[in-house]
């Protein structure tokens, strides 16, 4: 489990020739994923976004939008894309049950899908992890955010910059563009996970690909009083 930084001096950090190898495959993967997806808002979010990657970061796509399963299922087999398997997640009570749809027996990448409306702090988040479109990817772009270790990510052409959130909620929100409220909230469920030792949430669901993926998520809500 990644541990967060309570507090660190800002540094910056110059990327390896192996680095910028790693970055592109993982940006390759991310792309071909958008592409067959097709959609306005599937974006690319996390440390592949950002360019501070390492063997394990995961290519994280996220639809911000709910819309039917079998949609993206159907694409992604029209595509070639084999799923591996499915996970209903809802973190707290209060959040936005999500399904994560997984194109690799090792989890690596992702495609996670809102079964109601995201609120507010749940669509800033992915500012604050960082995010990007298809086309800013087309572009090489990069762009600043958090990582899990509670690090302001700031790229630079060689590298990047990298600076702590905890104490510095305020300056992050304002230089990310979003609320307070998401660094706060991030900064505490980190933090708090990190004290207790433990990533437990409401609803975590494992479902293969060749079960009955709807009425499964139907039941596992209900049984917990949650209708969407």
């Not at 660190?8 to 020739?17: A, C, G, L, P, T």
Request: glycine letters at 4%; aromatic letters at 8%; charged letters at 30%.
């Amino acid at each position: 489990m990644v541990k967060p930084i309570k507090y660190v001096d800002e540094r910056i950090v110059i990327y390896s020739q192996d680095h910028w190898n790693l970055f592109k495959e993982k940006r390759k993967k991310a792309i071909k994923i958008l592409q067959c997806l097709n959609m306005d808002y599937a974006i690319l979010h996390g440390s592949v976004a950002r360019g501070d990657v390492n063997l394990d970061s995961d290519v994280e796509i996220a639809i911000t939008q709910p819309i039917p399963i079998y949609e993206i299922i159907t694409k992604l087999e029209f595509s070639g894309f084999e799923i591996h398997h499915f996970e209903l997640v809802m973190a707290t009570p209060k959040t936005t049950p999500k399904l994560y749809i997984y194109l690799d027996e090792f989890e690596e990448q992702v495609i996670t899908i809102p079964l109601r409306k995201l609120s507010r702090i749940e669509e800033e988040f992915y500012k604050f992890s960082g995010c990007l479109t298809l086309q800013e990817l087309l572009q090489d772009k990069r762009v600043p955010g958090v990582n899990k270790k509670l690090l302001l990510i700031i790229p630079i052409e060689n590298g990047h910059i990298e600076k702590s959130v905890i104490g510095n909620e305020i300056e992050v929100a304002k230089y990310l563009g979003i609320s307070p409220d998401v660094v706060y909230e991030r900064v505490q469920m980190l933090t708090r996970r990190d004290e207790i030792g433990r990533t437990g949430v409401f609803i975590r669901k494992k479902i293969h690909s060749n079960e009955p993926i709807e009425e499964i998520i139907i039941r596992e809500l209900e049984k917990r009083g949650i209708k969407l």
